[in-house]
């Protein structure tokens, strides 16, 4: 892996990114929700791709599906146990560019205290600068996961046939990263 004092850090522009999730409800309908409270590092060299790494912590108790009822479930103990578990983090390990230029990035994901490999399927959009000088960079990604591999296994049998909540989970995640100024070598924090 990359020497992280090797790349350029970008920073994640919050008002200008989003991580969000959709999951079945009753095997018929599909419930959309984000998380509002999460932070990003990006170490990247925009000509070189293959070299980014990424860290990203989530604070699951900013969940947000616009029902306050079932947010406060989902942060509940059935869930999330934002008590328990107050953060969930990705860590990239890899990246594999595809022969059509779409990335593969590949990293563990913690989640309700249980980390499993993840691989995000991403798009970049590339890079431009921005009104103010600085440069900017977009990133699509996505990739699905069963909620049960990281121990959220509650559910309810419908009389019909199925369940209450589905067991795969689709995260859609948009970021604007902003290239962040290089610091001097020795340079006080």
């Known amino acids: 892996m990359t020497n992280r004092a090797e790349l350029p850090s970008w920073g994640v522009d919050l008002v200008h990114s989003s991580v969000g999730f959709t999951v079945r409800h009753l095997v018929v309908s599909k419930v959309r929700g984000k998380f509002a409270r999460w932070t990003g590092t990006i170490l990247m060299d925009e000509h070189d791709l293959s070299r980014t790494q990424v860290d990203v912590t989530i604070e699951p108790a900013s969940v947000d599906t616009g029902v306050e009822q079932r947010d406060n479930h989902l942060r509940s103990a059935d869930f999330f146990d934002v008590e328990k578990y107050p953060t969930m983090a990705f860590k990239s ?97």
Not at 120 to 148: H, I, M, N, Y
Not at 168 to 174: F, N, P, Q, S, T
């Open 93 to 189: 390990s890899r990246v594999e560019k595809a022969k059509d230029g779409s990335l593969r990035l590949f990293g563990d994901l913690t989640l309700h205290g249980v980390t499993r490999p993840v691989t995000l399927e991403v798009e970049f959009a590339g890079s431009q600068k921005d009104p103010w000088g600085g440069l900017r960079a977009g990133f699509s990604a996505r990739t699905s996961l069963d909620r049960k591999d990281f121990g959220l296994t509650y559910n309810q049998l419908l009389e019909t046939g199925g369940v209450v909540v589905g067991e795969k989970v689709d995260i859609d995640i948009e970021v604007e990263a902003v290239k962040q100024a290089p610091v001097a070598a020795g340079a006080a924090a």
